[in-house]
């Protein structure tokens, strides 16, 4: 166990449908990432906060959004959603947003849309 | 941008060694991790390397060459527990800590 929760663990909706991922990173870790894995694609990064203030994005797409709030909790919004768009989403934290910190990965968010 | 390989499978036999390699291109280097990742879970910190040797972990070791931009995932004694996907990742070492991953290489153990 990693310390990282995700909520829900599974999650079924259609297409263009709107959902909520959530994300608690371990204690006293400032930094969240989300990553989406799908079977064609893998693990790719998505975006990173610290400290409530966005740090980095990545291949992230517009429709997607996530915020990170005072008690460090996070949020990835989905919306207008995709048949592409059935992927594992991860959250992982680390203590400070630096370079070279192990990142501690939450269980994931398995997100099937039909 | 970030470019890494490394071998989409694999195959060992139980109680052998087992290699996993992994190449990159990056336009600055801040050290290289490994994950594993069993089937439907979470990835799971394995090693970071940020010098040139080896860095020992009990049955696991990672070998890093910076001039080489080459590293390896040594396995000793392999477990049947073992089986599961090897990831290589780099951070972009931009502002934040993001990691670029490789697409894994997925370890068959067999008795």
């Known amino acids: 166990d990693s310390g990282v929760t995700q909520t829900p663990k599974h999650l079924i909706t259609a297409t263009g449908q709107r959902v909520t991922l959530r994300c608690s990173p371990r204690?006293?870790?400032?930094?969240v990432y989300w990553y989406q894995q799908s079977l064609d694609q893998g693990l790719q990064f998505l975006i990173q906060?610290?400290?409530?203030?966005?740090?980095a994005k990545g291949n992230i797409l517009e429709r997607f959004s996530a915020q990170q709030f005072p008690d460090l909790h996070s949020e990835l919004n989905l919306s207008s959603l995709e048949l592409g768009d059935s992927a594992l989403y991860f959250c992982?934290?680390?203590?400070?947003?630096?370079?070279?910190?192990?990142?501690?990965f939450g269980p994931g968010t398995r997100l099937t849309v039909l | 941008g970030q470019n890494i390989d490394q071998p989409t499978e694999m195959t060992a036999t139980e109680g052998a060694i087992v290699q996993i390699n992994c190449t990159y291109q990056?336009?600055?280097?801040?050290?290289l991790f490994w994950y594993q990742q069993h089937a439907g879970e979470a990835p799971t910190f394995l090693s970071y390397?940020?010098?040139?040797g080896l860095e020992e972990k009990g049955r696991f070791s990672s070998f890093l060459s910076r001039s080489k931009g080459y590293s390896y995932l040594l396995l000793k004694e392999l477990q049947m527990k073992d089986s599961a996907s090897y990831l290589c990742?780099?951070?972009?070492?931009?502002?934040?800590?993001?990691?670029?991953f490789g697409g894994g290489t997925r370890l068959m153990v067999k008795p």
């Open positions: 992982a934290s680390s203590v400070r947003g630096q370079e070279g910190l192990e990142q501690f």
């Open positions: 204690s006293g870790d400032l930094s």
């Open positions: 906060y610290y400290n409530g203030e966005e740090r």
């Open positions: 990056t336009s600055g280097f801040n050290g």
């Open positions: 390397n940020v010098l040139d």
């Open positions: 990742a780099v951070p972009l070492g931009n502002a934040g800590n993001m990691l670029t």
